[in-house]
């Protein structure tokens, strides 16, 4: 029975082996933080639930209908029915693009991160957690893991990369592989940069709604010092009545310049910063929460296409690096192709 390794949890990652869950590959998924779903992630906290890494999806390809609608439960799905506006430096607030508001936004009622759990228990999907791995060797077309702790895991005959680019590329240059090989992987992966980001969650104590039918502010200019204000109210079973939870997703400039501020400054900043922008008195801040996303979002690609020497060995990747933006159904779908992709390689049906 051919083996796959996956690095990797996220939406990508998790996609891919779902496709290949019907075959007759074992297929090993290792992920380094405790939960799955990566930067399409949720917390619970004080009776709330938030999205504070993607705050929502749309779902625009077929593939992903399928899975989303046919393969998944939907009972869980929530739609959110507000339209994202948007605001400039100066304060002006005004409602989006019709264009760009067309078509539904989901996210969990559990949650944005359900999706990837939804993935797992569906497709019986085999995750070891809590492992970093930090290392891979290649030898008598063999692949072997080695994670954070040394513990060595072996005998596959590939292996799929998922996470941001920049981890990736520290993980081929750590490998005992091919040194041309690495530096022309890397040297594409290269291609593809993160923004970093700041997502900071304001629990108030009472009703705050955004100007008419908003959902969601995004800065249209990037010059204010926050890039985007959704209300996780919208979300149905996220927020108890009579409070209100609103992320603020830091502008990356503002993130880069405040990386390494203490939390509550960030917090201040954030709270400050929602205050003036809008037109409403805030209710008292009950509590906070903040996360800092080192690779948020990437703003330009490496190309698939010239990842293709990897293959010869067994070497397959896929993630947002290969897309240039920070989208979920597009990340599905990078992970979709890789399953393909191993299959072929694999010869598994
Ligand atoms: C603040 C923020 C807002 C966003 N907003 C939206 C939005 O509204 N709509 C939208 O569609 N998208 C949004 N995105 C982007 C979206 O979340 C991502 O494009 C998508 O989740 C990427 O999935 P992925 O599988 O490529 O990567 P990831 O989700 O990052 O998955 C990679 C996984 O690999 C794991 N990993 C990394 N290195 C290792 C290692 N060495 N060993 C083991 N595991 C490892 C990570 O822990 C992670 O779980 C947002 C992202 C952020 C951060």
């Not at 891919?16 to 399409?40: C, I, P």
């Not at 990747?317 to 390689?345: M, V």
């Amino acid at each position: 029975m051919p083996k796959i390794a996956i690095i990797g949890a996220g939406l990508s990652g998790l996609a891919a082996a779902f496709q290949l869950a019907e075959t007759e590959a074992e297929v090993v998924l290792f992920e380094k933080s405790k939960g799955f779903s990566g930067r399409a992630a949720s917390r619970t906290k004080n009776g709330c639930r938030y999205d504070y890494g993607a705050n929502y999806f749309k779902v625009n390809c077929n593939d992903v209908a399928a899975l989303l609608f046919r393969d998944l439960p939907t009972e869980g799905l929530c739609r959110i029915m507000g339209d994202v506006w948007t605001f400039t430096a100066d304060g002006t607030i005004e409602p989006g693009d019709p264009k760009l508001n067309a078509g539904a936004k989901w996210s969990y009622k559990g949650g944005i991160s359900s999706l990837g759990k939804l993935l797992v228990e569906v497709g019986n999907l085999q995750v070891t957690r809590e492992t970093t791995i930090t290392k891979l060797e290649y030898e008598d077309g063999s692949w072997t893991l080695i994670d954070e702790k040394l513990n060595s895991h072996s005998g596959f005959e590939a292996v799929l990369l998922t996470p941001p680019a920049p981890q990736t590329i520290a993980l081929l240059n750590e490998s005992e592989i091919d040194e041309d090989l690495v530096a022309h992987l890397t040297g594409e992966l290269a291609q593809s940069r993160y923004h970093s980001q700041f997502c900071v969650a304001l629990n108030l104590a009472g009703t705050v709604t955004l100007p008419g039918n908003a959902y969601a502010l995004i800065n249209s200019d990037r010059e204010h010092a926050v890039a985007w204000l959704s209300h996780e109210n919208q979300k149905a079973e996220h927020v108890p009545a009579g409070e209100t939870l609103l992320i603020a997703q830091m502008a990356p400039a503002w993130t880069q310049d405040h990386y390494h501020d203490p939390q509550e400054d960030i917090i201040a900043a954030a709270r400050e910063a929602v205050k003036k922008l809008l037109p409403t008195e805030l209710p008292p801040l009950q509590w906070a929460d903040t996360q800092r996303w080192r690779y948020a979002h990437p703003y330009s690609a490496a190309s698939l296409e010239a990842m293709k020497p990897g293959a010869e060995l067994g070497l397959f990747f896929a993630g947002d690096a290969f897309i240039g933006k920070g989208r979920i159904p597009r990340a599905i779908e990078t992970g979709f192709a890789a399953g393909k992709h191993l299959r072929q390689y694999l010869a598994i049906g």
